[in-house]
Each structure stands twice: as C-alpha cells, then as structure tokens.
C-alpha cells in the first residue's frame, strides 16, 4: 500500500506561481514513478506530469511544458510541481498519483486545490 499526502495548493493571481508537494509512505519511494493529474471543474483528470523513480526522465502534457516542473527527492519520500506562469485554466484540483504493480496508476492522494484568479 502507498499513502500519498499533496500539498501546497492556494489561492494566485494569474501569472504567479505555486509549488505543490506530495509525500508518499508504504512503499520503497525510489523504486516507483510518481505523477501529477488534475482535474477543473465539469472536466475529466487529466494528465500533467510524471516523473521516473531515479528522477532521470519526465514527462508533460504538452499544455505544462515550459510552465511546469516536476521533481523529486527521494531522501524526502517527496514529489514536487512547480507551477509557473499560472492561468485561470490551471484551476483545478491537482492529484499525484502512484503505480500499482502492473503499472497503472492505482495509489491516490486526496488531491490539492488551485486556484488562479484573473
């Protein structure tokens, strides 16, 4: 079982930038990927980030690119998004998520909300 724990969500103005964290437990942190989903009002999840569990190799949805960084530390059990150049549209309840064992992503925390005012 992996316990995830996100962080950090609020209240910006557009333009502004917010740092989210997720502390994870339960499960050897560096030996799994970890990623970011979010989900707006009215709308599906969505994708944002991942990154791998060495912290070598991520990935973004293609709206985040340039804007969003995902990062890790895995003496800290802890993921990060920074969150730059914030738009309205990046409101939403954000999600970091973990892999089961057959590689989906199965672990859930109960999400951070974001806020960005125009």
């Known amino acids: 079982q992996v316990q995830l724990v996100e962080s950090g969500g609020g209240l910006v103005q557009a333009g502004g930038s917010l740092r989210l964290s997720c502390a994870a437990s339960g499960r050897t942190f560096s030996s799994y990927a970890m990623g970011w989903f979010r989900q707006a009002p009215g709308k599906e999840r969505e994708f944002v980030a991942a990154?791998?569990?060495?912290?070598?190799?991520?990935y973004y949805a293609d709206s985040m690119k340039g804007r969003f960084t995902i990062s890790r530390d895995n003496a800290k059990n802890t993921v990060y998004l920074q969150m730059n150049s914030l738009k309205p549209d990046d409101t939403a309840v954000y999600y970091c998520?973990?892999?089961?064992?057959?590689?989906?992503?199965?672990?859930w925390g109960q999400g951070t909300q974001v806020t960005v005012s125009s």
């Open positions: 998520a973990a892999p089961g064992a057959e590689g989906s992503y199965d672990y």
């Open positions: 990154i791998m569990g060495s912290g070598g190799r991520t």
